[in-house]
């Protein structure tokens, strides 16, 4: 009996059905057997490595420094995307200001002293030294 069992055993490994249990009865039990399955069958048994002890604890480092390189990736992929979406909607949605003409800056500047002028005061004389977008400089001939 024991003998088919093993004949069974062996036609199933051949095949690659058999599981694990299985085949640690066969290599125990094949010094019957076919020759050159028991040639097999030693070199199995002699060459059979163990895992490392961290083996399981190193291949989930591994996974997982994978895992966080690709997030830094993808972070940083979204993050660029981000900053060329809101560069393009500023840009769009951005109008641009107006620029005033010399004489629209004359009308502002008219309408601004005329609501904190004082009317008591006399004319003086003024004269434009420096005129810039921002800045006027006048002088006076007191």
Not at 26 to 31: H, K, S, T
């Amino acid at each position: 009996m024991k003998e088919d069992e093993v004949e069974r055993l062996i036609k199933k490994y051949k095949e690659g059905n058999t599981t694990l249990n299985e085949e640690k009865f066969l290599f125990d039990n094949a010094q019957n057997s076919e020759p050159s399955f028991e040639v097999w069958s030693t070199f199995v048994r002699n060459n059979k490595m163990k895992a490392p002890k961290n083996f399981n604890d190193t291949l989930w480092a591994s996974f997982q420094n994978k895992r966080v390189r690709k997030r830094k990736i993808f972070v940083g992929i979204m993050s660029a995307a981000a900053s060329v979406i809101i560069l393009i909607s500023l840009s769009i949605f951005n109008p641009q200001q107006k620029e005033l003409n010399y004489a629209e800056k004359e009308a502002l500047l008219n309408q601004a002293l005329s609501m904190v002028s004082n009317s008591n005061r006399a004319e003086i004389p003024q004269n434009i030294i420096f005129e810039n977008e921002m800045l006027i400089i006048y002088t006076t001939t007191e």
